[in-house]
């Protein structure tokens, strides 16, 4: 039973960590029951798909896709393009939809190119690409839209005639989604289609890991060398998973902005890689295994976080800055401390396993390991 | 890659053209600047009634006097326009409008409508002029220049008499 509720504890570690930290910081935040449940459910479906585009990449074995900023951009240049022809209301997201598929395609492809270059080292090599190809959308959003590629929209452009401004107003687009089927219960607004949609990727996803590429890539995940000596194809199936990662991160990035009814042309995409994963991971999915409950777990637990820490460091020592800064922390803390767990986890795994071919007692705590 | 498989994904591209030509269609925004400045057309003067109460695809009506603009951001190529004449005259008629897909701002002339003008002149292409050839007494409102419709000759407001 000890051994049993040590495992649980192991395995749960980053979930219970957090729970007791919003336990503690919504009564010090002071902020009304009813705020923080119409943040949440407004949240839940902004940022949820952005965090569905996660669990592919991890099936397949490629860890956290760190490269999901690719189809970030991607969403956005296509939010940027409808913008600029003034294309409103639904048939505008998805025109933006539309457009970004093909940038997502080639995007996830050449992703998927580089990390089967860079075996065992996925993660690293999608966060160095997202800067490497961060650098690369500059160039087009800020030189090459308006005089390589013409724009109808002089007002989208910088003062010098090229270049997209620095915010781009999505009053056409702005909460389209979230207004089209519209019910309030006790005052709480909920965003229904949004809801709907996200149900229908993650019923998408239950159905693609039962097809053939979704056994393929399961097989991949838990075995590179055995799943290619039985004949499945490594390396296109992990190009396929970043690539379906990929397009959905872009279309996930177009229901975060059209929310938010602003593109921050230069920043919008930069922190959607980090944010979506630290919230996977606060969901207790680990580098190897990622659920669909871990997403919505992960949602509330991390978005709550951000609601109430700000209030809570302002309650607490008088600076709401230092609440901003420990979002930052807790963001960037999770993924060290998910990452740190999985390896201790996998060393433990290793170690237990070599104590049981010499034929000695395995440690109890090793017997969870990696998943 | 074998033909069929090559015939499927043309189709696929193809489908995937012609559905963002039609999203591009009806998901066109254009601003509609409702106008009720008085109107000649082929030589017949038409003008607007006292007060009307204007409101586009079902919104809010706006109630509008004589020699006015509201300017209405709209989405697609079909509207509805409801005018209902307030003092002046008892009207009210509800109109189907279509404006052109590559038309940003379009002048809907009231009186025209009203007075039952050829379906034509009901929709004209808002062309601003040169901010220092508009005089200042023709200026609308604060911020915005009046403009002269392509087809349709508009007639100045009447000085008011003291």
Redesign the interface.
């Known amino acids: 039973m000890n051994a049993k509720l040590r495992l649980f504890l192991i395995e749960n570690a980053v979930v219970i960590l957090f729970i007791l930290l919003i336990a503690f910081a919504i009564p010090v935040s002071r902020l009304p029951g009813k705020f923080l449940l119409q943040e949440i459910l407004m949240r839940l479906g902004r940022n949820t798909f952005l965090v569905l585009a996660l669990i592919l990449p991890i099936m397949a074995g490629m860890g956290l896709n760190f490269g999901m900023v690719l189809g970030a951009m991607a969403g956005q240049m296509g939010l940027i393009f409808i913008t600029d022809w003034g294309i409103v209301g639904i048939p505008g997201l998805l025109l933006a939809v539309i457009l970004s598929l093909p940038i997502s395609i080639v995007l996830g492809w050449v992703c998927g190119s580089i990390m089967n270059l860079a075996k065992g080292r996925e993660m690293v090599t999608g966060f160095i690409l997202a800067f490497f190809m961060n650098g690369l959308y500059m160039l087009i959003v800020l030189y090459a839209m308006g005089s390589l590629i013409p724009m109808m929209n002089s007002e989208l452009l910088l003062s010098r005639g090229y270049g997209i401004r620095n915010v781009v107003g999505l009053d056409g687009v702005r909460q389209c989604l979230d207004n089209l089927i519209p019910l309030h219960v006790m005052g709480l607004k909920i965003p229904v289609f949004n809801y709907l949609i996200i149900a229908g990727v993650a019923l998408l996803i239950i159905w693609f890991r039962k097809t053939k590429i979704g056994q393929d890539m399961r097989a991949v995940g838990q075995d590179r060398a055995v799943s290619g000596a039985s004949g499945i194809p490594v390396e296109r199936t992990r190009i396929l998973a970043i690539m379906i990662s990929t397009v959905l991160a872009g279309i996930g990035q177009v229901i975060f902005l059209q929310n938010l009814g602003t593109i921050n042309t230069t920043s919008s995409h930069e922190q959607i890689g980090m944010f979506s994963i630290a919230a996977l991971l606060i969901g207790g999915a680990s580098v190897t295994k990622a659920s669909i409950p871990n997403v919505i777990v992960g949602v509330i637990l991390f978005h709550l976080l951000f609601l109430v820490s700000p209030m809570a460091g302002k309650n607490l020592i008088g600076s709401g800055m230092l609440g901003e800064y420990f979002r930052q922390f807790v963001s960037y803390g999770v993924i060290a401390l998910a990452l740190v767990l999985y390896e201790w986890k996998r060393v433990t795994q290793e170690n237990a396993s070599r104590a049981t071919l010499r034929g000695g007692a395995a440690p109890s705590a090793a017997k969870g390991g990696a998943a | 890659m074998t033909s069929r498989s090559l015939i499927q994904r043309s189709c696929a591209l193809l489908g995937?053209v012609a559905?963002?030509a039609f999203?591009?269609y009806?998901?066109?925004?254009?601003t509609l600047m409702v106008d009720t400045n008085a109107v000649t057309v082929d030589g017949k003067e038409f003008a607007s009634a006292e007060t009307v109460n204007v409101s586009i695809d079902g919104r809010e009506p706006e109630s509008m006097g004589r020699a006015e603009r509201i300017l209405v951001?709209v989405?697609?190529p079909r509207h509805t326009i409801t005018i209902e004449v307030v003092s002046g005259g008892d009207q009210k008629l509800e109109q189907r409008i279509s404006v052109p897909t590559f038309m940003?701002t379009a002048l809907i002339s009231i009186p025209a409508i009203l007075g039952g003008a050829p379906r034509q002149h009901w929709v004209t292409r808002f062309v601003a002029p040169p901010s220092e050839d508009a005089p200042a007494e023709k200026m609308q409102t604060e911020g915005e220049t009046t403009g002269v419709p392509a087809t349709v000759a508009p007639v100045a407001p009447a000085a008011p008499k003291p």
Do not use: A, C, V
């Open positions: 995937l559905l963002s999203l591009f009806i998901g066109k925004g254009h951001p989405g697609g940003d």
